[in-house]
């Protein structure tokens, strides 16, 4: 499956934005997904994924409350609505499609990864 992420930019602490990860090639709903990020200097880590019937969620402690993921099978897309940004939250976002585990938060186990996109949080 190709994926291809959206919707980063910069954003003013506090504010919102919404990413989209558009995915090709395969049939989406066969794939768990999963958002990551990785800031400069440091490494990938695991921000928010979602089964693949979107009937479970799982957030890294860092965004819950803050972060939600979902997804649309029909339009073979995923989303993470982020609020409340806080510039600790400027990274590279990056989609990722994980065929045969179960939404997991180590990156590991995705064999599929977007190009990433940039949200940049000032304060």
């Known amino acids: 499956v190709q994926l291809q992420a959206s919707g980063g930019g910069l954003v003013r602490a506090g504010g919102s934005l919404r990413l989209s990860c558009a995915a090709s090639?395969?049939?989406?709903?066969?794939?768990?997904m999963g958002w990551f990020r990785q800031a400069p200097g440091k490494e990938r880590e695991f921000v928010a994924a979602?089964?693949?019937?979107?009937?479970?969620?799982h957030y890294a402690d860092s965004v819950k409350g803050r972060f939600t993921i979902s997804r649309d099978n029909a339009k073979n897309t995923v989303y993470l609505e982020m609020k409340s940004l806080k510039p600790e939250d400027t990274a590279v976002y990056y989609c990722a499609a994980d065929r045969f585990g179960d939404a997991s938060m180590y990156h590991s186990e995705y064999e599929n990864w977007g190009q990433g996109t940039l949200v940049t949080v000032s304060s």
């Open positions: 979602i089964s693949r019937s979107g009937g479970t969620t």
């Open positions: 090639g395969r049939t989406f709903s066969f794939y768990n």
